[in-house]
């Protein structure tokens, strides 16, 4: 059986636990990384430079290492964090190497590239589009309609999430992006925060449409808890499905992945089949909850799922 080539959409902790997941599978991997960051050592890092928010970036490059002592050795380095009382505190070494390369480097993607080739990484880290971003959404709150702007404030609002837009608007997408889209045999996005992480991909036109056109099986892995799910919380699995639909109607999955949680309830089991079918796609529900974490996927848990859903899509 072939290993798939797989597009990974996403970023943060839910992107790495996917890729992290993927590499048993497949070496064929390219992460599109969510770059509206504005918070900790990536949000001071941009204040000072005009520069992608490396955090996700880093961590998504620390997923993919190579799995030999160089590979982890250099993945655990990238991620070490300076505690001091001075500027240092708090900044990962691995944002701190993005940075010194994005500044003087013309091109980011080349010092991702060189970041990628020090690390041994299995596949490729790219950035959702040409240059960083910011996200601004609008909730409601007791009637009373507020827009925040930057995604530590958006993850911190109260309020029913209403709507979302990048700035500045429609990005450009890098065209390496496009490429691996094209040539995807798999596609996954998420889980990870919804609002900041998942959804910004869909607001970048080009992706888009690649994303519509491509003929790739495509995969959306919702979040654990419909109820504990930071930015988007109180929000049932059905209301995550409707947020990707809104944002782009014309995009269809081939599976969206459940944790057994979601679906406990046997009236909301029946909901987000339908939902599921009427689009054309398969529900898939599995326990993918870690054990010693109520929101944290287990990394062993979903590369069984990936084996599982190879199993039906590819032929040898």
């Given at each position: 059986m072939s290993a798939p080539h797989v597009v990974a959409l996403g970023g943060g902790h839910g992107l790495f636990a996917t890729l992290t997941s993927l590499r048993s599978l497949t070496s064929e991997i390219?992460?599109?990384?969510?770059?509206?960051?504005?918070g900790g050592s990536s949000?001071?890092?941009?204040?000072?430079?005009?520069?992608?928010?490396?955090?996700?970036?880093?961590?998504?490059?620390?997923?993919?290492?190579?799995d030999d002592e160089w590979g982890r050795s250099w993945a655990e380095i990238m991620q070490y964090r300076f505690t001091s009382d001075g500027a240092l505190n708090g900044h990962a070494v691995g944002n701190l190497l993005?940075?010194?390369?994005?500044?003087?480097?013309?091109?980011?993607?080349?010092?991702?590239?060189?970041?990628?080739?020090?690390?041994?990484?299995?596949?490729?880290?790219l950035p959702m589009a040409g240059e960083p971003l910011d996200i601004q959404a609008t909730f409601l709150d007791n009637g009373e309609k507020k827009t925040v702007r930057g995604q530590k404030e958006v993850a911190t609002t109260i309020g029913?999430?209403?709507?979302?837009?990048?700035?500045?608007?429609?990005?450009?997408?890098?065209?390496?992006?496009l490429t691996a889209i094209a040539q995807a045999d798999w596609i996954t996005m998420g889980p990870g925060s919804w609002i900041s992480s998942v959804l910004p991909h869909l607001l970048v036109p080009e992706q888009v449409t690649a994303l519509v056109n491509s003929p790739a099986k495509k995969i959306l892995l919702l979040n654990l808890d419909d109820v504990e799910s930071g930015e988007f919380s109180g929000r049932s699995a059905l209301d995550h499905i409707a947020a990707v639909q809104k944002l782009a109607p014309q995009l269809r999955f081939d599976f969206i992945v459940a944790d057994s949680s979601l679906v406990s309830d046997p009236q909301a089991a029946t909901l987000l089949e339908d939902k599921v079918s009427t689009q054309g796609g398969e529900l898939i529900v599995q326990d993918l909850r870690l054990e010693s974490s109520a929101n944290h996927h287990d990394t062993k848990k979903l590369a069984s799922l990936f084996a599982h859903i190879a199993g039906k899509t590819l032929v040898g």
């Amino acid at each position: 059986m072939s290993a798939p080539h797989v597009v990974a959409l996403g970023g943060g902790h839910g992107l790495f636990a996917t890729l992290t997941s993927l590499r048993s599978l497949t070496s064929e991997i390219t992460a599109i990384v969510t770059v509206a960051d504005n918070g900790g050592s990536s949000g001071r890092l941009r204040e000072e430079f005009p520069i992608f928010p490396p955090g996700d970036l880093r961590m998504a490059l620390a997923a993919l290492c190579a799995d030999d002592e160089w590979g982890r050795s250099w993945a655990e380095i990238m991620q070490y964090r300076f505690t001091s009382d001075g500027a240092l505190n708090g900044h990962a070494v691995g944002n701190l190497l993005l940075a010194a390369l994005w500044d003087r480097d013309e091109d980011p993607v080349e010092g991702l590239d060189r970041v990628g080739a020090l690390l041994k990484v299995i596949g490729r880290v790219l950035p959702m589009a040409g240059e960083p971003l910011d996200i601004q959404a609008t909730f409601l709150d007791n009637g009373e309609k507020k827009t925040v702007r930057g995604q530590k404030e958006v993850a911190t609002t109260i309020g029913r999430f209403e709507s979302l837009q990048l700035i500045p608007e429609n990005p450009k997408a890098r065209p390496e992006a496009l490429t691996a889209i094209a040539q995807a045999d798999w596609i996954t996005m998420g889980p990870g925060s919804w609002i900041s992480s998942v959804l910004p991909h869909l607001l970048v036109p080009e992706q888009v449409t690649a994303l519509v056109n491509s003929p790739a099986k495509k995969i959306l892995l919702l979040n654990l808890d419909d109820v504990e799910s930071g930015e988007f919380s109180g929000r049932s699995a059905l209301d995550h499905i409707a947020a990707v639909q809104k944002l782009a109607p014309q995009l269809r999955f081939d599976f969206i992945v459940a944790d057994s949680s979601l679906v406990s309830d046997p009236q909301a089991a029946t909901l987000l089949e339908d939902k599921v079918s009427t689009q054309g796609g398969e529900l898939i529900v599995q326990d993918l909850r870690l054990e010693s974490s109520a929101n944290h996927h287990d990394t062993k848990k979903l590369a069984s799922l990936f084996a599982h859903i190879a199993g039906k899509t590819l032929v040898g």
